[in-house]
């Protein structure tokens, strides 16, 4: 007995989502061999920079760099602290987004505000 269907015809419905998956796992591939160890990391510099320092580590570290002039971040400094607290952060951390505005306190530099009696947030990459 000869089928009247070809075999190609059952598993047309099939082909194209296969496809899909198996392109998508391939460049998932590629992504992460891309980003082996040895390879360069990436890095994102701000103008007037002068040191990068590490943000994340990973697949591929990346890198921030950290503003060190007083006027660097909404001119008036790279690093804020509470009136009230006792740490330091990145004004680009998300722990100091949470400080109110009437209790900031800002420094030019880590030195500045270590010289001012804070030490730096454990929570707060990059520091």
């Not at 296969?18 to 082996?36: C, K």
């Not at 100091?96 to 209790?103: P, S």
């Not at 420094?107 to 009696?117: H, I, M, Q």
């Amino acid at each position: 007995m000869i089928p009247k269907e070809p075999l190609f015809s059952k598993l047309e419905p099939y082909i194209v989502p296969a496809i899909v998956v198996l392109v998508g796992v391939g460049a998932f591939g590629l992504g992460r061999l891309s980003a082996a160890p040895g390879h360069p990391a990436l890095r994102v510099l701000y103008p007037g920079a002068e040191l990068a320092t590490p943000v994340a580590a990973g697949v591929g570290e990346l890198t921030k760099a950290v503003p060190s002039s007083a006027k660097a971040t909404q001119g008036l400094g790279a690093y804020v602290a509470s009136k009230n607290g006792s740490k330091y952060y990145l004004t680009t951390c998300p722990s100091a987004g949470r400080i109110k505005d009437e209790n900031k306190v800002y420094f030019g530099s880590a030195a500045e505000a270590l010289a001012a009696g804070y030490t730096a947030a454990a929570n707060c990459p990059g520091l």
